[in-house]
């Protein structure tokens, strides 16, 4: 049982770099394996990366692989994604979502998920 909070959005200019958090309440967040997701406005929600519940094991959608980073510190219950070389078409609002390990690799479903932080990057 978490509850993803997502947090580190904003404005910056293309090229640039922003690091977004996901803080997990719960005592078992090491138990999650843990998904971002993003959504622009007029399409659909697109899969960007996930991460298991030791670090060990990442994967990434095709439009932010090379760019993004997804790590996580189990001792402060936070994923994080390290974005770089930031587009415009990155503009989306970004979600955080939680499912329990076990359920394959990657995940095909989650079962909780954050309300979303806008990034927004200017041309």
């Known amino acids: 049982q978490v509850q993803p909070v997502e947090s580190g959005g904003g404005l910056v200019q293309a090229g640039g770099s922003l690091r977004l958090s996901c803080a997990a309440s719960?005592?078992?967040?090491?138990?999650?394996?843990m998904g971002w997701f993003r959504q622009a406005p007029g399409k659909e929600r697109e899969f960007v990366a996930t991460?298991?519940?030791?670090?060990?094991?990442?994967y990434y959608g095709d439009s932010v692989k090379g760019r993004f980073i997804v790590s996580r510190d189990n001792a402060k219950n936070t994923v994080y994604l390290q974005m770089a070389s930031l587009k415009p078409e990155d503009t989306a609002v970004y979600y955080c979502?939680?499912?329990?390990?076990?359920?394959?690799?990657?995940?095909?479903?989650?079962?909780?998920w954050g309300q979303g932080t806008q990034v927004t990057v200017s041309s």
């Open positions: 719960g005592r078992t967040f090491s138990s999650y394996t």
């Open positions: 979502a939680a499912v329990h390990h076990g359920r394959g690799w990657p995940p095909d479903s989650y079962d909780y």
């Open positions: 991460i298991t519940w030791s670090g060990g094991n990442t």
